[in-house]
């Protein structure tokens, strides 16, 4: 039974590496790149550039994936893009009158 456990977690733990590199290369995919998608067509391209470099994707592709694994693990999904309030502090119960 422990060994059938066992399989099954690192079953998960593959999938889910796999998953995360899925996510990763799609936001990538992003006709213009994530800063594009987020700013909008209306973004300069200074306000790109600067989007880049603040989010870190003026980088290699290595160390994005990285610092987007470390952001996964330690819970920081980013700023929410019609506020500036952090994801973080919009995942306890109430969060659509106070992040809204």
Do not use: W
């Not at 733990?13 to 992003?30: A, K, Q």
């Not at 994530?34 to 306000?47: D, E, F, M, V």
């Amino acid at each position: 039974m422990t060994g059938f456990l066992v399989k099954r977690f690192l079953q998960a733990l593959v999938v889910l590496f796999l998953v995360s590199i899925i996510v990763f290369v799609l936001l990538h995919m992003l006709p213009g790149g994530p800063a594009r998608a987020i700013l909008g067509p209306k973004g300069t391209p200074q306000q790109i550039e600067q989007f880049n470099h603040q989010q870190g994707y003026d980088r290699s592709l290595p160390t994005q994936y990285f610092m987007y694994l470390k952001r996964l693990f330690t819970g920081d999904l980013g700023t929410r893009t019609n506020s500036t309030r952090r994801s973080s502090s919009c995942s306890s119960s109430g969060c659509r009158r106070r992040c809204s």
